[in-house]
């Protein structure tokens, strides 16, 4: 069983174009996270949301904006992409528990703008 | 603002060395303190967590010890294998930041037979 599954897993499109990427998780957890890992592996959170509201939103553009129907799921839509937005998109997850909070990662989206 | 630094870079060991990963961080005012691994075009693998009242964390060949006055956490592997290449990552999530990882570049391990 997968725990967090984000679609699709490629991603290849043109500069000017809008897409989504959807994340979904079955543990249960009441925070989900997305992160972005550019060309050099640098790790950087972008938005977290705990049942379903916003709980974090770092310096990011408002082309990027994230929306959870549900505490289960949480996509990501990049309107109007630019060239710099190509990297890998990361959906994690966990459930607060004082300190004991792990993050449990999905497999990751390689967003490609041409 | 939390910075948190990962050396060395990279590290090439022969297998069944016994290695240490180092980790700082610019502010001791964490939540806690998470090691990752990512496998090359994978996610990332929660490895350890240590609280912020822990000094230490094990699981099976790996520890992992923080020291927030000094800033600093080391992940231990001992007896490393070829399966244990992969980058490792360190993260520190800052008080009252919501479990906001601030990540490291992280360490990318290669262990050759």
């Known amino acids: 069983d997968t725990a967090v599954s984000q679609t699709p897993k490629y991603l290849v499109t043109q500069m000017g174009n809008d897409k989504s990427i959807k994340c979904e998780q079955n543990l249960g957890h009441d925070t989900m996270y997305w992160y972005k890992q550019d060309s050099k592996k640098f790790l950087k959170i972008m938005f977290s949301?705990?049942?379903?509201?916003?709980?974090i939103n770092e310096t990011v553009p408002n082309r990027f904006s994230p929306k959870s129907p549900d505490k289960a799921h949480l996509n990501l839509h990049i309107n109007s992409l630019e060239l710099g937005d190509s990297a890998v998109y990361f959906c994690a997850s966990s459930q607060e528990r004082e300190g004991l909070d792990t993050q449990y990662f999905g497999p990751g989206t390689r967003l490609t703008v041409l | 603002k939390q910075e948190v630094t990962q050396i060395p870079a990279a590290l090439s060991v022969p297998e069944g060395e016994n290695l240490v990963l180092n980790c700082s961080f610019t502010d001791s005012a964490i939540y806690n303190l998470q090691w990752f691994r990512q496998d090359p075009g994978k996610g990332l693998t929660s490895l350890l967590l240590i609280q912020s009242s822990q000094r230490e964390q094990t699981s099976g060949r790996l520890n992992a010890s923080l020291d927030k006055s000094s800033g600093r956490s080391t992940l231990y592997i001992a007896a490393s294998q070829p399966g244990d290449s992969a980058t490792y990552l360190c993260a520190a999530a800052p008080s009252g930041g919501y479990n906001k990882l601030i990540f490291g570049a992280g360490t990318r391990l290669a262990v050759h037979p």
């Open positions: 949301y705990n049942n379903k509201e916003l709980i």
